[in-house]
């Protein structure tokens, strides 16, 4: 429709909000749908970590998630840029953003856990 | 005020029905602990209405936007749900890749419980089919 005019650019603040908006949306509904599921009482508890509350799943999670959700966080800017440079509409790149940084820092781990 | 009202809309369809589909998909493919057959049905229904209301609402919320923003005549909106729908299909062709992964139906099904099969009391012998011990 703007014909010849300078494309379109999303923003890239915005396709960013919406991109971390996919990551809480995500861990949300995982842990919401977790909580939901009834575990038996009378479980084998010996094992470490084998029984755990919703409130310490959390707290492990963010032990051991963290660094790889920073790494996430940090992989989703350039990813964000890139993208904001070619898709109009903020929503298409904050989606299409969250969804590469995910591929990528899988394929990220995936290297450093073959590789070690 | 327009866009405000618009902008929730669209956040909500695009969260919350990807959110409603994660949670009942969990349910739905986990074993969860069931003493009773009651319990199972409990948790099924409730699997089964969160699915129905993420797959209903996928459809509505675009719909009823294209509609109030074509009303409005706001062009720029009406736009945005338009491309929303891309979306909606989207969806729908992922959640039925994720129902014809499963062997039970994905909407309607109870999962299995822990009650014991009632026990046989009583024998009732047929001519020519089965006897009973003792008699």
């Known amino acids: 429709m703007d014909g010849v005019k300078t494309r379109r650019r999303a923003s890239f603040g915005l396709s960013l909000l919406v991109a971390l908006g996919w990551y809480a949306t995500v861990i949300a509904a995982v842990l919401v749908g977790r909580a939901g599921i009834p575990v038996a009482p009378d479980r084998d508890c010996a094992a470490v970590f084998s029984c755990m509350t919703p409130g310490q799943e959390v707290i492990l999670l963010m032990i051991i998630a963290g660094p790889v959700l920073v790494a996430l966080l940090i992989i989703t800017l350039p990813v964000t840029a890139l993208l904001a440079r070619w898709v109009s509409s903020s929503i298409v790149t904050g989606t299409l953003a969250a969804l590469g940084s995910v591929v990528a820092a899988a394929a990220v781990g995936m290297l450093w856990h073959g590789g070690r | ?135």
């Open chain 2, 1 to 135: 005020m327009k866009r405000v009202g618009f902008g929730v809309l669209l956040c909500t369809w695009l969260y919350g029905v990807p959110f409603l589909l994660i949670v009942g998909l969990i349910r739905r493919t986990s074993s969860p602990y069931l003493p009773t057959r009651a319990a199972a049905e409990g948790f099924g229904t409730t699997t089964d209405t969160i699915l129905s209301t993420a797959l209903l609402l996928n459809l509505a919320l675009p719909v009823v936007g294209t509609l109030l923003a074509g009303l409005v005549g706001d062009r720029e909106w009406t736009r945005r749900f338009l491309w929303s729908l891309a979306g909606v299909a989207l969806i729908y062709v992922a959640v039925s890749i994720a129902g014809s992964a499963a062997t039970a139906p994905l909407v309607g099904h109870t999962p299995s419980d822990e009650e014991p099969a009632p026990r046989i009391t009583q024998c009732i012998p047929i001519s020519g089919g089965r006897g009973c011990p003792g008699g």
